[in-house]
C-alpha cells in the first residue's frame, strides 16, 4: 500500500473529534489506493462549517451560499484518473503528489445525513470520495461521465464498509 498524506484541519467548528478526521483521512487513502494511485500523494482537508463554507464557494465560485463540500484539484486531466505523468509532479522535498484541497462542511454534512436518514460518517465517507474522484478529473456534468462517477464511488464506499450489495 502507498503512504498517502492528508492534512485534515478543522477550522470554526466544534471539534469532530479524532476518530472522524481518521475515518476522513482513510476514506481518502482508500479511494486513491481504489483508483491505482501507485505514487504518494498529499491531500489537504479543511473540515469548517458553513460560515466559512461559504465564504469560499463565493470567492472561487462566485456561488454566495453554503455547500456540502468543494475540491479544488492541483492538476488538470484531459482525461479522468491516475496518470504517470503526475509522478513528474512530486515536490522535491516532500516526494508527495500534491492532488488538491477538499472542503467540508460538517453542518451541511450533518443536515443531509439526516434527511437521508444515514450516519454522519457515511455522509462525510461519500462526499470525500466524491471530492477524491473529482481531484483524480472524474466529474458529473456529462450523463457518461456521471454514470462512471457514481460506480466509481458507489465501489469506494464498498471497500469502505458503507454499502453492502
Known amino acids: 500500500m502507498i503512504r498517502h498524506k492528508t492534512i485534515a484541519r478543522q477550522k470554526h467548528i466544534k471539534s469532530q473529534g479524532r476518530q472522524f ?10 479511494a486513491l489506493d481504489y483508483l491505482g494511485v501507485n505514487a504518494p500523494c498529499e491531500v489537504s482537508v479543511l473540515i469548517t462549517g458553513d460560515r466559512i463554507i461559504q465564504e469560499i464557494n463565493k470567492e472561487f465560485r462566485g456561488i454566495d451560499k453554503a455547500t456540502d463540500v468543494l475540491s479544488f484539484p492541483m492538476h488538470e486531466f484531459s482525461e479522468p484518473g491516475w496518470t504517470k ?5 512530486a515536490d522535491p522535498e516532500t516526494g508527495l503528489v500534491p492532488l488538491g484541497e477538499i472542503v467540508i462542511s460538517v453542518e451541511k454534512v450533518a443536515r443531509q445525513a439526516r434527511r437521508l436518514k444515514h450516519s454522519l460518517e457515511q455522509e462525510a465517507a461519500y462526499l470525500t470520495v466524491h471530492s477524491v474522484l473529482h481531484l483524480l478529473g472524474y466529474d458529473h456534468n456529462k450523463a457518461p461521465d456521471k454514470k462512471l462517477m457514481r460506480k466509481l464511488e458507489k465501489r469506494i464506499m464498498k471497500e ?3 454499502f453492502n450489495d
Not at 21 to 30: A, F, G, P, Q, W
Not at 85 to 89: A, I, Q, S, V
Request: aromatic share 6%; net charge neutral.
Open 21 to 30: 478526521v481518521l475515518m476522513i483521512k482513510n476514506c481518502v487513502d482508500v
Open 85 to 89: 505523468r503526475l509522478r513528474d509532479e
Open 160 to 162: 469502505l464498509g458503507f
